[in-house]
């Protein structure tokens, strides 16, 4: 999908964080129970990844020329399908149902769920897609780490801020934005 968003450039990830709120709101459609949201954009169902979204987008100085959405969901596919290096780490709306997904309900109800979270953020700004996505997050309170290009950041997870950065809190207690990274829950 191809966004051409009014947002200035340096709100183009809250995006991102968008487009996993509509992901997940979709597959929760679909579940009898919620998904969750890795930060920034995995939707885990069952602490396996059922889905993901990647963005790409062109900005000029003072404003964004485009906004492309990749989105990926593992819809109908059985475990024996699956490559074995991956079966401990994904599922799919079928394995979690225990049922063949109709593929056109799905992208129908994306499609709907991406306007809607799209136009509520160009309207109202990011602070209530902040909170729909909260609604998503189960790390928050527990202990990750983050592991960067250059480094990793150990601590509590807290949450997003309001331009969506994921904010970690220290064992001195200082907190730390991360604007990029892989989280993984720490078992305390």
């Not at 968003?5 to 919620?34: G, H, K, N, R, W």
């Not at 949201?37 to 020329?65: F, H, M």
């Not at 593992?74 to 394995?95: G, H, Q, Y």
């Not at 979270?117 to 209530?128: K, T």
Request: aromatic share 6%.
């Amino acid at each position: 999908m191809i966004l051409r968003p009014t947002l200035p450039p340096a709100d183009v990830p809250q995006i991102t964080l968008l487009c996993a709120v509509a992901l997940a709101e979709t597959v929760q459609s679909f579940l009898d129970y919620s998904p969750q949201i890795k930060w920034p954009n995995d939707i885990l169902v069952g602490g396996k990844k059922l889905a993901g979204v990647l963005t790409e987008s062109s900005c000029e100085r003072d404003r964004v020329l485009f906004v492309i959405l990749g989105i990926g969901v593992n819809i109908n596919i059985p475990i024996e399908m699956m490559p074995e290096k991956i079966r401990d780490t994904a599922t799919s709306l079928m394995m979690c149902t225990g049922g063949s997904v109709d593929r056109l309900a799905f992208a129908n109800g994306l499609i709907h769920s991406l306007d809607r979270c799209y136009e509520d953020l160009e309207n109202n700004g990011f602070a209530p897609m902040a909170r729909r996505w909260d609604r998503f997050f189960h790390l928050r309170g527990r202990r990750v780490r983050v592991e960067m290009a250059d480094r990793s950041v150990s601590g509590k997870a807290i949450g997003i801020d309001s331009d969506g950065a994921l904010l970690v809190e220290g064992d001195e207690g200082a907190r730390e934005r991360i604007l990029a990274g892989d989280v993984i829950p720490v078992e305390s």
